[in-house]
């Protein structure tokens, strides 16, 4: 089974940028991508792309966020941009297996002043 790993989180003020990458155990073409959840709130899906690179975004983060993926890397990554404070969350890379989701363990963005 693959296992994911995330980096890149950490603090940054308000307007600010983060690139978060995502490191895979095995090359896929599956769906990978990102979710976040902020203390007390739901699960959210920030963005996903497919092995052929067709992203989806969530409206709250479209236009200031991009997924891309390099599979000959096995890695993911999220460009972070015009960050604020609703953006701070624990962020999550997964992998679609079809029968399963997989998860990473995840990594903290703080956005604050």
């Known amino acids: 089974q693959v296992q994911l790993m995330e980096s890149g989180g950490g603090l940054v003020q308000p307007g600010g940028s983060l690139r978060l990458s995502c490191a895979a155990s095995?090359?896929?073409?599956?769906?990978r991508g990102w979710y976040r959840q902020a203390l007390g709130k739901e699960r959210e899906l920030v963005a996903r792309?497919?092995?052929?690179?067709?992203?989806y975004y969530a409206d709250s983060v479209k236009g200031r966020f991009t997924i891309s993926r390099d599979n000959a890397k096995n890695a993911v990554y999220l460009q972070m941009s015009s960050l604020k404070s609703d953006d701070t969350a624990v962020y999550y890379c997964?992998?679609?297996?079809?029968?399963?989701?997989?998860w990473g363990q995840g990594t903290l963005v703080t956005v604050s002043s």
């Open positions: 095995k090359s896929s073409i599956n769906l």
């Open positions: 792309i497919t092995g052929g690179g067709a992203a």
């Open positions: 997964f992998e679609n297996l079809g029968y399963l989701e997989v």
